[in-house]
C-alpha cells in the first residue's frame, strides 16, 4: 500500500499487535554503524517489522515507499524517539525489600538483604512477582534490556520461577544462572540443574536469553567448578558471563587478571564485570585487549561506598547498570545523569587542583547517551541492541517532547539526558511488541498490570515482615571485613544547630 507523507494519527481501541508498525513525523535519535556515531533525523520515520527495524526515514524519503499492509500507522510528531536503554547489572528479584535499606552500607547489605542472607526468605512465588514487578518498572522508564544477575538460585523452584517471570515479561532479558554456595542447593546440583533448563530452553522463541553469574573466579578459585561452568557456557553458547568484581580494601576480586589467569577472557562470550571497583591499570588494559567491559552503576557504587576511582579512565569498555533497585533508582536514565556530572566533577577538579580554570566541559550529553544504550549492546558483544538503524532489534522509546520538562527542547538528546524524567516516557516497544502505549503498561496477563500489582503488595508485605524483624547488622568494635581490612565508621553529616546531627529515623512501618 503506498501512503502519503503525511500520515494520521491511529485511533486504536484495545492496542492490538500488529505485525508492522510505523512511527511517523518525529525526531528520530538514529545510529550510524559507518561513522559509529549518533545521527538526529528532524521529521523523521521509523517502520518496523516483526522484531526488527526494517527502515529509517528522513523527512519526505517516507512518500511513495512500500509499507506493508495492516501496518499500525503512530504519528509522534514532536516527540522524540531513541533506542531502548541497557540495564547490565541488575537483580530484579529484590523489588520487595523497597525503601527497608535508604541508609544502609555495603556491609549492612551482604549481612541482612543479599543472596545469603535473603537464602530461605523467598518463596517461589515471592521470586517470580518480584522478578516480574522490578521488570515493569524499567519498562515503565524506557529500559529495555537487562542483564539480571539472577542470584535468586537457592533451590530449583526459585531458580525457575525467576526465569519464568523474565520470560513472561516480555522484555528483553538476558538471564543469568548464578552459581554459588547456598545452604540446601550445591553447585554440583546446581551444575546438574542448569544443564536441564538449558537443554529444555523454555526461553526459545522469546526475548530472554541465557547467560551464567559466578562470584568465584579468584583470587582463590575453586578449579573444578571454575571448569565445569565455564564448560556450560561453552557447550551452551550462553550469552553472556557476569561477575561482581570490587577489589581494594573490599577484596572481592573477581578481577581482569583472576579471569585471564584461568584463559577465560578469551572466549567469544561477552564478559561484564558489575562495578569493577579498585580496577587496576593492568585490568584495564586486559579489558582493551580482550573487548569485555565493565558495567558502572553510578548510584550504587555512591551509596553503598565502594565507589569508582577509576571507571572515568575505561569508558570505551563501559555501559551503565542499576544494580540493587529496592535501594534507589531502578531506572538508566538516572544513572546516565548521575555518572554524566560524577565525571564532569572527578575531571574539573584535576584542573582546579592546579589552581586552574577549566576552559571547557570533559564529558558530553552524547557520550552519557551512548553509555545508556549502544555500550550496552557493545558490552554484550549485540551490535542491534541500543540502536536505531536498519536491522536492528526493534526496542525503542518514544519520549514525550512537550512534557512540562522537556517544552522548548532543540537537542534530543540533550533533551533525554538533562532535562527527561521516567514519566516522560510515553511509549515503549520490545522486540517489536508494545510494552508501554500512552503511558500505560501494557501487561497481557490475566487482570493486567493491576492484578500484578495486588499480586505482588501481598508478597512484598510479608516479606518486609519477615525482614524488619531480623537483627540490624552492627559491626563488632575494633572487627574487620572478610578480607581482612579493619572497619572505620565514616564522618556522618551535620544539618542541625546544637546537639545531635539529625541523622534522622528510618522510617519503616511494617504491619
Not at 508501554?436 to 510479608?462: C, H, P
Request: glycine letters at 10%; hydrophobic letters at 40%.
Amino acid at each position: 500500500m503506498l501512503l502519503n507523507a503525511l500520515l494520521p494519527l491511529l485511533v486504536s481501541v484495545g492496542y492490538a499487535t500488529a505485525s508492522s508498525i510505523l512511527f511517523s513525523g518525529g525526531t528520530v535519535i538514529a545510529f550510524n554503524y559507518t561513522t559509529e556515531s549518533l545521527d538526529v533525523i528532524r521529521n523523521g520515520s521509523v517502520l518496523v517489522v516483526d522484531d526488527r527495524i526494517t527502515s529509517v526515514f528522513r523527512g519526505d524519503e517516507l512518500g511513495g515507499q512500500m509499507i506493508p499492509e495492516g501496518t499500525e500507522q503512530v504519528n509522534i510528531t514532536n516527540k522524540i524517539i531513541a533506542p531502548g536503554m541497557i540495564d547490565t547489572h541488575k537483580h530484579g528479584w529484590q523489588t520487595g525489600f523497597k525503601t527497608l535499606a535508604s541508609n544502609t552500607s555495603l556491609v549492612e547489605y551482604f549481612n541482612r538483604y543479599g543472596e545469603f542472607p535473603a537464602d530461605g526468605l523467598l518463596n517461589a512465588d515471592d521470586v517470580y512477582i518480584g522478578q516480574l514487578a522490578g521488570i515493569y518498572e524499567a519498562l515503565n522508564s524506557g529500559v529495555t534490556t537487562i542483564l539480571d544477575h539472577a542470584h535468586h538460585s537457592w533451590d530449583p523452584a526459585t531458580t525457575e520461577a525467576g526465569l519464568q517471570a523474565s520470560i513472561d515479561s516480555g522484555s528483553r532479558i538476558f538471564w543469568g544462572y548464578t552459581f554459588h554456595n547456598v545452604t540446601n542447593f550445591t553447585i554440583d546440583e546446581q551444575l546438574v540443574h542448569f544443564r536441564e533448563l538449558a537443554t529444555n530452553a523454555s526461553y526459545g522463541g522469546t526475548p530472554t536469553e541465557l547467560a551464567i553469574a559466578f562470584d568465584s573466579f579468584g583470587p582463590n578459585p575453586n578449579l573444578r567448578q571454575v571448569d565445569a561452568i565455564v564448560g556450560l557456557a561453552t557447550e551452551f553458547n550462553v550469552s553472556a558471563i557476569t561477575t561482581h568484581s570490587l577489589q581494594g580494601p573490599w577484596g572481592y576480586e573477581n578481577s581482569p587478571e583472576d579471569l585471564h589467569a584461568l584463559n577465560i577472557l578469551n572466549l567469544s562470550i561477552p564478559i561484564i564485570f558489575s562495578h569493577a571497583s579498585f580496577l587496576t591499570a593492568a585490568g584495564a588494559t586486559l579489558l582493551q585487549s580482550t573487548n569485555q567491559f565493565v558495567s558502572i552503576t553510578p548510584e550504587s557504587e555512591m551509596h553503598y561506598g565502594h565507589t569508582h576511582p577509576h571507571s572515568h579512565l575505561i569508558q570505551s569498555q563501559a555501559a551503565l547498570g542499576v544494580d540493587t533497585h529496592f535501594t534507589f533508582s531502578g531506572d538508566i536514565l538516572t544513572q546516565a545523569r548521575l555518572w554524566l556530572q560524577a565525571v564532569r566533577k572527578i575531571l574539573y577538579i584535576q584542573v582546579l587542583d592546579r589552581w586552574h580554570v577549566p576552559a571547557n566541559n570533559p564529558m558530553s550529553a552524547c557520550q552519557a547517551f551512548l553509555l545508556a544504550t549502544r555500550n550496552g549492546g557493545l558490552a554484550l558483544r549485540r551490535n542491534d541492541l541500543g540502536v536505531i538503524a536498519e536491522g536492528a532489534k526493534a526496542d525503542l522509546v518514544v519520549w514525550d517532547g512537550e512534557a512540562p520538562s522537556l517544552l522548548g527542547w532543540v537537542d534530543p538528546v540533550a533533551a533525554i539526558i538533562l532535562h527527561a524524567s521516567v514519566g516522560d516516557v510515553r511509549h515503549v516497544v520490545v522486540d517489536g511488541k508494545w510494552k508501554k502505549r500512552d503511558f500505560e503498561l501494557v501487561v497481557e496477563s490475566e487482570g493486567g498490570y493491576e492484578g500484578v500489582k495486588e499480586r505482588f503488595l501481598a508478597s512484598a508485605r510479608g516479606l518486609q515482615r519477615k525482614l524488619w524483624e531480623k537483627p540490624v547488622f552492627a559491626a563488632a568494635e575494633g572487627g574487620s571485613f572478610p578480607s581482612g581490612y579493619a572497619f572505620e565508621d565514616a564522618v556522618t553529616v551535620d544539618i542541625l544547630r546544637g546537639d545531635g546531627d539529625g541523622y534522622g529515623s528510618t522510617f519503616v512501618e511494617v504491619g
